[in-house]
């Protein structure tokens, strides 16, 4: 059972992140763009920020997906997301009414600071969830190998 | 544990170092033109679809100030609103989604000999293209595109103008 939702949670995480980087590579100008709406960064600085994170996050994303490396995946996740959390708090305590960029940057949906932050709040959730189902299973991994040593003695 | 926190750390850095390798030197190009401040990145579809009989002219921040310093004309190619939030001062606004409307008046105002400098929003925004582009076509013989933008301006600190100043 534990194993199911390690697996459930651990696969819409990576699907989310997959998804997120992939159609942010696709137009990284459009993505630069709403980076720079943030009004955080100077304005060559919005064109690295969107040359790289969505190539981070696809990276992250994948290692989780083919579940290698998934502890140090979800730290990538979870301090992205931390990241996002403060630009996105900043952005509601300046009162601007921008498109939070999270996923398809030529898409018209626009997705506000505040519906933005409460999805990465559940993403958090999912992060902590998938880490700590990860380690109570290989302790139990563990502890089975022990009592199997022990037989074999 | 302390040795195990290590090892995930070290790897996630490592994870972050090949996304952002990989998101570099697919994108080099792209960063180069950013960071020299020679954005020249006219949308693809317009490239394609429409050859006019002269294209606009792309300038660079220090000759926006050069031109309107010797009598050119800025010219906001954003919506109303956009305008009214904030502009570079001294720009006139001829929105260009409200060109067929406003392009009269404007021909009307403006010498055809006047050197203008175009712009929106920056970033690869089509706007300040389409705009020189029609304008040309209206018969202005300086018309000149400031792909920086808005953005590039008020970064810059040069003097802006509008309601969020």
Redesign the interface.
Same mark, same amino acid.
């Given at each position: 059972m534990k194993r199911f939702f390690y697996h459930l949670a651990r696969l819409t995480l990576a699907l989310v992140f997959v998804y997120a980087g992939a159609v942010k590579m696709q137009d @990284? @100008? /459009?993505f &630069?763009?709403h980076v &720079?709406a943030y009004q955080l960064l =100077? !304005? /060559?600085m919005? !064109? %690295?920020v969107a040359?790289? %994170? =969505? !190539? @981070?996050?696809?990276? /992250?994303g994948v290692?989780l997906l083919l579940n290698a *490396?998934v *502890? =140090? &995946?979800l %730290?990538?996740i979870g301090?992205m997301t931390l990241v996002f959390m403060a630009a996105l708090v900043s952005v509601l305590l300046r009162g601007l009414a921008i498109d939070c960029g999270c996923f398809d940057p030529g898409g018209g949906q626009d997705v506000t600071a505040g519906v933005a932050l409460l999805r990465d709040i559940a993403l958090m959730v999912l992060v902590v969830l998938v880490w700590w189902l990860r380690v109570r299973i290989e302790e139990r991994g563990m502890r089975n190998e022990e009592r199997g040593m022990r037989k074999e003695e | 544990m302390f040795n195990d926190l290590k090892r995930i750390g070290l790897e996630a850095c490592v994870l972050i170092a090949f996304g952002v390798l990989v998101g570099l030197s697919l994108n080099h190009q792209l960063l180069l033109d950013a960071f020299s401040g020679h954005l020249v990145s006219l949308p693809r579809q317009i490239a394609q679809e429409s050859v006019p009989i002269a294209l606009p002219i792309p300038a660079l921040i220090d000759e926006v100030q050069q031109v309107a310093a010797s009598g050119g004309l800025i010219v906001d190619a954003r919506s109303p609103e956009q305008y009214a939030a904030g502009h570079i001062d001294g720009a006139v606004s001829l929105p260009l989604v409200e060109i067929d409307a406003a392009l009269p008046d404007f021909i009307a105002r403006i010498d055809k000999n006047r050197t203008l400098v175009i712009y929106c929003s920056g970033f690869g925004c089509p706007d300040s293209f389409d705009l020189a582009v029609r304008l040309i076509e209206s018969g202005y013989t300086d018309v000149r595109v400031f792909e920086g933008g808005y953005p590039e301006w008020r970064d810059a600190g040069l003097p802006v103008a509008g309601d969020e100043q």
């Open positions: @990284v @100008v /459009a &630069a763009g &720079a =100077p !304005y /060559a919005n !064109y %690295l040359a790289t %994170l =969505p !190539y @981070v996050e696809f990276l /992250a290692m *490396r *502890r =140090p &995946a %730290l990538v301090a | -």
